[in-house]
Structures are given as C-alpha cells and as structure tokens.
C-alpha cells in the first residue's frame, strides 16, 4: 500500500487534556444526576392531589419567581402547554428554559465549559429554592403549615444534597489534580533519569573507546619496540661485544697465514669459528635483556598512561554523578514544593467551600429588583433604644425628635425570617453596633436597602417606652426565648 494513503496516526493527549475532558465529563454527569433528584423533590409539592400532574396556580407562582408578573406566567405556561397539565419532564422543562443566558467566561474551552455547566446547575438550584421559598410563604399565609414544613424540610434535603455534591466534586477535584501532578512528576522523573542514562551511556561508550584506542596505541608501540630495537642491540651487541680469545685467536691465524704456516692456520680457524658462535649466542641473550629491559620500561609508561586515563575517566565520571545529584535534588524539591502548594491551595479551598455554598444557596423568594415593601407595626417598641438616627446638623437646626408612636409607626418589618435576609444579618447589625459605625454614612445604605429602614441609634437620650407592659419582654427560666408577661388585673386596670 502507498504510504499516501495510510491514515495519520492521532495525536497524543497530555496528562492535562485527559484530566480535562474527565472534569468535564464528571461535572456533566453529577449536574445532570443532581438536576434529576431535584425536581424528584420538587415535583411532589406541585403534585397536590397525587395525579400526576402539577398545579397550575404553584406552577404559575412558580414562573413569577422568574419572569416577575403572573400575565406573563401564564404566556410561558401557554407555550409549553396548552392545557394546563404539566408533568414532572415538562415541569422541568419549563423551569429549565426560563434560566437566563449564562456570561460569556474567558479561558480555555475545557474549563470554560466546566464552568458552564457548574453555573446553570447553581443557577437552577438556587432558583428551585426559591420557588420552594416562595411556596412555603404562600402556605404559611393561607395556613397550610404541613405543607410548608414539607417545603422547609425538601429545601433542608436540597441544600445537604449541593452541600454533598460540591464537597465530593471538590474532592474528586482535588484527586485528579493530585494524580495528575502526580503522574506528571513521575513522568518529569522518568525523563530525567532516561536522559541521565543516556548521557552516562555516551560518556561511557567514550570513555570504551578511548581506552581501547589507547590500548591499541600501546599494542603499537610494543610491536614497533620488538621490530625495530631488536635488530639494532643484536648487531650493537655482535660488533661491540666479543670475546678475547675469539680476538687473540683471529690474530694467531693472520700471524700464521703471513709465515706460510697454513696448516696450523686451519686448525686455529675451527676453534676460531667455535669462539664467534659462542660470542654470536652471548650477543642474542645479551641483546633480548637489554630488549627486555625496554620494553619493560615502556610497558610501564604505558601501565601509567592508562592509570591516567582511568583517573581521568572516574573524575568525570564523579563529576556526572554529582551533577545527575544536584540535578535530582532540585527536582525533588520543586515536586515538593509543588506537592506543598497543591495540599495548601486545597485545603485553603475546602475551607472556602462550606462558606461559599452556604451563601450560594441562599433563596429568594422574590428577584434582586423587587425587594418585599417592608410592613409598619409598633413591633419596634420592643428595643429598648428604637429610636431614629441622630442627625449630624448644626444644634441651632436641630430636628424635632419623633414621639414614641410616630416610632411605632414607622418602624419596618420584613416579611423574611432574620436567618433569611441577604443584604444585612442580625450579626453584621450587632456588630456596627458594638463598633459604633451603625450610623455611619457608608452603613446607612446598605440597610436601608435591606428593608430595614431607619436604624435606632445607640446614643439616644430618651428611648421610647412601650405604651403598656404587654410590649415588656421576658427571659424565660427554660432558655434565652423571650415571652410577653400574661395580662393581669393589675395591668389592664380591670377588677378595681
């Protein structure tokens, strides 16, 4: 086959890609299963007389919670069905669709997508418990308390069911992050020692081959030594090394060869001849000492080369191992360090969750841009200091103070529970009031805005005082409750 139309292999994910798409998947597949139980919870509420069907006015209070007029309810309810009859699918549906769009989040498309899903699961939650809040106001209102404690006891189970969920997403977070740091230090100490072994591998296929080019070289030079000084020391030593005899006996047979004498001549020359093959034998051994001689001096100038050579080898053999050693060194503790910071961020992160999903669960049973008018009574006659704020104007145009029944008049009350209200807590309020910054300009506000109204100031010379004792409160002897004291005769003025 034509190598043209083999198919391109698939690119290689990394270890962040892969722990991406798992977020991602994950978070998919708990908000899906959490959006499934909680309109499980949600649709029994709806489902009044058990036929399956939602109600058609819950449902339309249901849509104001969203689109803020009941006419407009009824047009959303309109599109989705006609007749009215809403099952749980379609309940959902209908709540699903009258989310608003979600911002547009700038990052990567796996995070950002991630956090899509994370948010309009958040936004459906906190919407589902605000329909729920909302329908155990109107219960309460109408005194139908069973059914708003069913409601108060689903939104308890939907906030422990988000409290659970985030914690485990939060855990299973921080699993993946751990074994992708993990995996990836691992894989960073793999690399590092596979080319640690490969540039040790180099150096000592180097460091082979110069000894073997080193041993060849030695090998050489032996071999030139026995070729070439052989030769020379058993001629130096023939020519410069006989015998006497052989000498006076080479002068006997020329002095016998000048007197004619030829016949003793002959006789000398044998023992002549005996005497050079003698002093011939005495050269060769005289030589291969002296040749052995050199070559032991050389061997042992090679012996000290290669002893170099070994040292040198081992030096920087030391050097690469101490350097592979800072090197580990300093991978091991960035991974520590990393380890360190991931263990820090997270456990700062599970600090921040039970805060964090504990204020986002909060309900409202009414949008941000329509506050509850607050209610007048004379409720506020109960605070010992329920008196308006001390105006900063000039004493020469001081204000008239208001009277205790003008107070009671004008003081607010909120339809939420205290635990309710989102813009100012009872605790926040006790606390600007310990600090005296209650009446600052920057607090004042913020708590207007919270449908407190006018706050009592701290520093009031005449307080109000309750028209009668029924306004007195009471500690109970049980507990911190206050109780109102019980109508007597001598209260009411009765009996005389």
Known sequence: MDASYMPEAAPSRTPAEIAAEHSRAMAEESAAHSAELLFEQLFPLFDRDGSGFADHADVTAALQCAVHTPEEAARVLARVSESGHLDQRRL????????????????????????????????????????????????TERGGFVAAAQARDISRRIREAEQQRAFQ???????IQRSTLRKGQANEAHEF???????????????KRAVEALR?????????????????LLAHFKQHNRSKEALDAQKVIERLSVTGNYAEAVQREKRLEELVRRDAADAESLAEVELQKRLSVLQWQQKL??????????????????????GL???????????????SRQHRETRQTATAVRSMLQPSSLPADRQATPLHSNLALLSPRASTPRDPSPRGEQPQRPSNRQAALTAPIVLQRPSRMQKASPAAIVAMAATGSLHSPRCL????????????????TYPPRPFTSEHVPL?????????????TTATTGRGR
């Open 445 to 460: 506000p913020s708590a207007d805005a919270s449908g407190l109204g006018p706050l009592p100031s701290p520093t009031a």
């Open 475 to 487: 500690r109970s002897s049980r507990g911190s409750k206050l109780t109102p004291r019980p109508l």
């Open 305 to 326: 080369e290669v002893r170099a050579l070994m040292t040198k080898i081992e030096r920087i053999r030391s050097e690469h191992r101490g350097q592979w050693e800072d």
């Open 92 to 139: 959902r549906e209908l709540l699903e669709s009258c989310m608003p769009p979600l911002p547009h989040w700038p990052g990567p498309p796996a995070a950002v997508h991630v956090r899509d899903v994370t948010s309009r699961h958040v936004r459906l939650v906190k919407f589902v418990l605000a329909i729920v809040r909302n329908f155990e106001r109107r219960e």
């Open 329 to 343: 060194s300093k991978l091991v503790l960035s991974q520590r360090t990393m380890l360190t910071e991931l263990n």
């Open 193 to 207: 020692n596979e080319a640690w072994t490969g540039r040790m591998g180099e150096f000592n296929k180097h460091a």
């Open 169 to 175: 997403m939060l855990e299973s977070r921080k699993s």
């Open 216 to 232: 060849a070289q030695h090998e050489a030079a032996v071999q030139e030594l026995l070729d070439t000084q052989r030769p020379q």
